[in-house]
T-cell receptor, first 114, second 118 residues
C-alpha cells in the first residue's frame, strides 16, 4: 500500500524566508508525485507535479520540488515566501502511468508573518 | 463548465438520515474520484469511476456508502443512516482518461461539500 509522510505539521515563517517542506513516500513501484495547495477558503489546487524526466520540477508562484528516488522524497521549496503563500500544503502520490487514486499526506500548515 | 462543481456546498443532517452529494466533473473528463477530508487530515480516497463503472471502490468505509455515475458524467455519493463520524468535507475530482504517463493523470478538485451530522 502507498503512504505519504509530511514531517512538518505547522510551519511559521517571516516574509522573505526560505521554505522547505518535507515529503517522503512509500511505494514499491514507479510513481507520479504531486504537491497541492489549499488557500484559506479555497479548494485544492495543483502546485506542481512530477511524472518523469528532470527530477527538479518547477511549479506556479515560484515553487519547485526535487524528486530524489533513492530517498523516496519529493520536498517542496521556495527561496523567498510571501504572506500570500499562507496555506495548507499537501504532498500526494499515485501509481505512474495510471489514473489511479491519489494518496495524500496529512498536510503542512504554512503561516507567513509580515 | 470551467471547473469541477459540487452541490450542496454545506449539508447539515441528523444522525440516521440519508444524504446525497453531487459532483459535476469538468466536461470531457472520463475519470471521476471521490475523497473525504476530515479535520486536520489529508484527503482520503473513497471511489474512482472510469466512465460509468466504478474502477476502484476500495476506499468506501462500509456499505452505508454508495456512489453512482449513470451517464458517465455527473456522480452522486450516497450515504445511508449517517453517523456523526461521517462529518467531513467530501471532495470530488476529475481527470482525462489515463493513456499512460503525462498530464492525463492530473486530477482537478472541486470545492467540496462540508457534511455535518448532528
Amino acid at each position: 500500500a502507498q503512504s505519504v509522510s509530511q514531517h512538518n505539521h505547522h510551519v511559521i515563517l517571516s516574509e522573505a524566508a526560505s521554505l522547505e517542506l518535507g515529503c517522503n513516500y512509500s511505494y514499491g513501484g514507479t510513481v507520479n508525485l504531486f504537491w497541492y495547495v489549499q488557500y484559506p477558503g479555497q479548494h485544492l489546487q495543483l502546485l506542481l507535479k512530477y511524472f518523469s524526466g528532470d527530477p527538479l520540477v518547477k511549479g506556479i508562484k515560484g515553487f519547485e520540488a526535487e524528486f530524489i528516488k533513492s530517498k523516496f522524497s519529493f520536498n517542496l521549496r521556495k527561496p523567498s515566501v510571501q504572506w500570500s503563500d499562507t496555506a495548507e500544503y499537501f504532498c500526494a502520490v499515485n501509481r505512474a502511468g495510471t489514473a489511479s487514486k491519489l494518496t495524500f499526506g496529512t498536510g503542512t500548515r504554512l503561516q507567513v508573518m509580515l | 463548465g470551467a471547473g469541477v462543481s459540487q452541490t450542496p456546498s454545506n449539508k447539515v443532517t441528523e444522525k440516521g438520515k440519508y444524504v446525497e452529494l453531487r459532483c459535476d466533473p469538468i466536461s470531457g473528463h472520463t475519470a471521476l474520484y471521490w475523497y473525504r477530508q476530515s479535520l486536520g487530515q489529508g484527503p482520503e480516497f473513497l471511489i474512482y469511476f472510469q466512465g460509468t463503472g466504478a474502477a476502484d471502490d476500495s476506499g468506501l468505509p462500509n456499505d452505508r456508502f454508495f456512489a453512482v455515475r449513470p451517464e458517465g458524467s455527473v456522480s452522486t455519493l450516497k450515504i445511508q443512516r449517517t453517523e456523526r463520524g461521517d462529518s467531513a468535507v467530501y471532495l470530488c475530482a476529475s481527470s482525462l482518461r489515463n493513456g499512460g504517463a503525462g498530464s492525463y493523470n492530473e486530477q482537478f478538485f472541486g470545492p467540496g461539500t462540508r457534511l455535518t451530522v448532528l
